[in-house]
């Protein structure tokens, strides 16, 4: 026989394995159940690198607010950015752009003054110094709606054409503009609990908390009470009852222990966070405004230093900063069930002892 007899035979013998042969449908299944099998391991996996990369994400906005809180302390007398102010006439301390009313176009060809669509106009947090003094954006709301003043969804506010430029974003902000989310001002990782069950709640300082239309948004970073400059209502130095007594603006020499004290918590109620016992009660899923987001539930904190950490859910305000008590020369015996303090402060910050808030 001759060569090309025998390579004509041999192809002809190939070609009919390859009609021949052909997966089972065992084999087929196998396949599948590898592949289902990897995708199970897989998954887990993806969501934990997912996770960690919004916390590393989350720490790095932190950084970058604790450089604008110290360019706010240079520029202001070594002040220390207030939690909240309040800069409504007459105990108007400073004036500025900060959530002020806004002129604008009218409907009929005239002007219209837009005042902030939540809460109060001159009266605002510390993301508001932030996002006005360091100019990280802006977001103008559209102007009409169906031949009608542009509003807001859930109340029925008119809402069109006021911007964001002096005012940082809201819950209207992310509701209007959803694929908006870069702020450093907020969390990476979306609101999965607020705080409030009313649909109608507005996070704090505007309202109760952040209520159930806020979740899927960027999360709160809430920052201490502790630093408010807005005015409140009781005694004067007097004791006349009911007036409004000015807030006070702390420098960054009133506080003792700067690397201790805790300036911004992640949060599931708003802008701030009140330095009592409640909102710190970690063990309380009820009181407690502290998120604990993260992986392994845990949070993230700027101190007063600058620096960011992570911190494991705590169950007491105590567990934090240590028992209370009422004079440095009578400390509490310790007891032996007390948890051993993790050397951070919330209250009294302008004192090295611990008294009771």
């Not at 899923?285 to 502290?290: P, T, Y």
């Not at 900063?321 to 015996?333: E, I, K, N």
């Amino acid at each position: 026989m001759t060569d090309r007899r025998i390579a004509r035979l041999g192809s002809s013998a190939s070609r009919a394995f390859c009609r021949t042969r052909a997966f089972t449908l065992v084999e087929v299944a196998v396949v599948i159940a590898v592949i289902l099998l990897l995708i199970a391991l897989l998954l887990p996996a993806l969501r934990i690198a997912k996770a960690n990369s919004e916390w590393a994400a989350s720490q790095s906005n932190l950084r970058q607010i604790a450089t604008l809180m110290q360019g706010y302390t240079s520029d202001n007398r070594d002040r220390c950015l207030p939690s909240q102010f309040d800069h409504r006439p007459p105990e108007i301390q400073f004036r500025g752009s900060m959530r002020s009313p806004q002129t604008g176009p009218g409907t009929q060809g005239g002007a219209q003054v837009n005042n902030p669509p939540l809460g109060l106009p001159l009266v605002g947090t510390w993301a508001d110094i932030l996002w006005t003094t360091g100019s990280l954006g802006s977001f103008v709301m559209p102007m009409m709606e169906g031949g009608e003043i542009f509003e807001d969804p859930d109340s029925g506010t008119e809402i069109g054409g006021y911007n964001y430029k002096f005012d940082s974003p809201d819950r209207l902000v992310y509701q209007v503009f959803p694929d908006n989310r870069q702020n450093i001002l907020r969390s990476t990782v979306e609101m999965a609990n607020p705080y409030s069950l009313d649909e109608a709640s507005e996070a704090y300082p505007w309202g109760n908390g952040a209520g159930p239309r806020e979740k899927g948004q960027p999360g709160y970073f809430a920052a201490n009470n502790f630093f408010t400059a807005a005015p409140w209502l009781g005694l004067t130095s007097g004791g006349t009852q009911g007036t409004n007594v000015l807030g006070r603006y702390l420098t960054s020499g009133q506080i003792k222990l700067p690397s201790q004290a805790i300036y911004l918590v992640d949060s599931r109620a708003g802008e701030i966070i009140d330095p009592s016992d409640n909102p710190w009660t970690g063990s309380d899923a009820d009181l407690c405004e502290v998120d604990f987001r993260y992986p392994g539930e845990t949070t993230l904190l700027l101190c007063m230093d600058g620096h960011v950490q992570t911190e494991a859910k705590w169950n007491t305000l105590q567990e934090l900063q240590g028992p209370f008590f009422t004079s440095p020369a009578s400390p509490p015996a310790p007891s032996p069930n007390d948890p051993t303090p993790r050397g951070l402060k919330v209250t009294n910050l302008d004192r090295a002892d611990n008294p009771a808030p």
